[in-house]
Structure formats: structure tokens, C-alpha cells
């Protein structure tokens, strides 16, 4: 396996993981304004069409952030609004979180 897919095979295991080992209340609790959806709940948004499959969202996204990887993804009520809450991986290994309107696929806010 080449260093590079190494690396960012080790970078990605390591993001995956580090919320287990965070202290209480860091990382693995969405911020307080969203409540994320359970499994059931997101495929029944989609098939109601209050959401827009998640591989659409990712590939309207890929339209203006080319050279990213999704290390983790999320659909969540914001309000009255459906939201994506996408953590992505540059290739340069910076990891950012886009929340992306999970109705039309529109980036609402990236950092």
C-alpha cells in the first residue's frame, strides 16, 4: 500500500475513533441547536422527499470542493430545517465539518 493511502487510511481510523476516547461532552455530542436522526428516521425523510439522498448532497458538494474524502456524515433537525452535518478529510489531512440543506443540497456553512 503506498504512504500516502497509508496515511490517510491511519488518519481516518484515527478520526473515526477519536470521539470513543473524548472526554464527556467534546466531539461526540452534536452541538445542541441539532438533533440527529437515527437510521429509520433518515431513510424515511428521503423517501417522504424532505431530504435529498445523501450521495447527491456528497456529489453536489464534490462540485465545489473537489479534493475531498467524507470521513463521517450525519442528518439532523436544525430548527425546522434538515441538514447534512458532513465531516470531510483534504487531501492535504485538514478536517472540516460542511452542514449542507439536506432539502436541495446547498452548503449552508463550512469550517
Do not use: W
Amino acid at each position: 500500500m503506498p504512504v500516502s493511502r497509508r496515511l490517510t487510511a491511519a488518519l481516518l481510523l484515527g478520526a473515526l475513533a477519536a470521539p470513543a476516547f473524548a472526554p464527556a461532552g467534546l466531539a461526540a455530542d452534536p452541538p445542541p441547536d441539532r438533533v440527529c436522526l437515527n437510521k429509520a428516521e433518515q431513510r424515511a425523510a428521503v423517501a417522504a422527499h424532505k431530504a435529498i439522498p445523501l450521495v447527491q448532497a456528497v456529489k453536489i458538494l464534490r462540485q465545489h470542493r473537489h479534493r475531498v474524502d467524507m470521513v463521517g456524515a450525519r442528518l439532523c433537525r436544525r430548527g425546522d430545517t434538515l441538514v447534512y452535518v458532513l465531516t470531510l478529510l483534504s487531501r492535504s489531512g485538514k478536517v472540516t465539518r460542511v452542514i449542507v440543506d439536506a432539502a436541495n443540497g446547498e452548503v449552508i456553512n463550512g469550517r
